[in-house]
T-cell receptor, first 114, second 113 residues
Framework: DAGVIQSPRHEVTEMGQEVTLRCKPI?????LFWYRQTMMRGLELLIY????????DSGMPEDRFSAKMPNASFSTLKIQPSEPRDSAVYFC????????????FGEGSRLTVL | GENVEQHPSTLSVQEGDSAVIKCTYS??????FPWYKQELGKRPQLIID?????GEKKDQRIAVTLNKTAKHFSLHITETQPEDSAVYFC????????????FGKGTHLIIQP
């Protein structure tokens, strides 16, 4: 398996633009997580899905952020409109089932909002 | 929800010495405690984990200990090497997994030659 695949790896955009980050989890994994990493706040859980259903989105900063998982092999994280404080590395991660152990991370999407 | 505190934020040790990183958690229902290593510009990767029915686990130079009563767990690295330099994150999974994994803020481990 190729692991968790994220795109784009790098995104530079201007304030106010819409940003869409994409993730393909490991085949067969039932849970998918979106994390945001910054120097100041570390790794923050934004939202996670279990069997494509959003379970906990309490970490989503505000209404500008939304996430979907239309099927077991694809998820998106959208920011609209983007702001400079959204600049961070966004990681997607998947796990076989939520109690089984290792969380596998993608390589991350580095977002810079000017 | 779960809250994980991690100390220290930066740790510098001489090559060959031991390093210890400590974490505390708040939710007594948490039952899974992994440690991740993140090298510069790379993704976090699991290095060792422990479940609540075990007090200690070892894998070569790394070990993790868990004290459920005190709600703290620690990572021990012995005979440190330059390639151990990285950021280490502890995490806890609570609510039967319903809340996902909550991470500590990370420890930047620097191995001095």
């Amino acid at each position: 398996d190729a692991g968790v695949i994220q795109s784009p790896r790098h995104e530079v955009t201007e304030m106010g633009q819409e940003v869409t980050l994409r993730c393909k989890p490991i085949s067969g994994h039932n849970s998918l997580f979106w994390y945001r990493q910054t120097m100041m706040r570390g790794l923050e859980l934004l939202i996670y899905f279990n069997n494509n259903v959003p379970i906990d989105d309490s970490g989503m900063p505000e209404d500008r952020f939304s996430a979907k998982m239309p099927n077991a092999s694809f998820s998106t994280l959208k920011i609209q409109p983007s702001e400079p404080r959204d600049s961070a590395v966004y990681f997607c991660a998947s796990i076989l089932t939520v109690n089984t152990g290792e969380l596998f991370f993608g390589e991350g999407s580095r977002l810079t909002v000017l | 929800g779960e809250n994980v505190e991690q100390h220290p934020s930066t740790l510098s040790v001489q090559e060959g010495d031991s390093a210890v990183i400590k974490c505390t958690y708040s939710d007594s229902a948490s039952n899974y405690f992994p440690w991740y290593k993140q090298e510069l510009g790379k993704r976090p990767q699991l290095i060792i984990d422990i479940r609540s029915n075990v007090g200690e686990k070892k894998d070569q130079r790394i070990a993790v200990t868990l004290n459920k009563t005190a709600k703290h767990f620690s990572l021990h690295i012995t005979e440190t090497q330059p390639e151990d330099s990285a950021v280490y994150f502890c995490a806890a999974m609570s609510g039967g997994g319903a809340d996902g994994l909550t991470f500590g803020k990370g420890t930047h481990l620097i191995i001095q030659p």
